[in-house]
């Protein structure tokens, strides 16, 4: 899954994930962003990662 749209570094906001999940977009910079979805669990990840392939819940590998 990826984000319907990624802010520029420094502007947070509300983005809705192609899955139907809002996140609350905390920081961007140019390589990681901070986010937190609608159930509060804040991660942080490599921007690419965030945009190509977001999967914070889906996966249950660990």
């Known amino acids: 899954m990826k984000a319907v749209s ?20 905390i920081n961007v910079t140019r ?4 986010f937190r979805d609608t159930q509060c669990s804040r991660s942080t990840q490599e921007l ?7 999967s914070s819940e889906s996966s249950s590998s660990t």
């Open 31 to 34: 390589e990681l962003v901070s």
């Open 6 to 25: 990624v802010p520029p570094p420094g502007v947070g906001g509300r983005y809705r994930m192609d899955d139907g999940r809002l996140y609350e977009v």
């Open 48 to 54: 690419d990662t965030f945009t190509k392939n977001h």
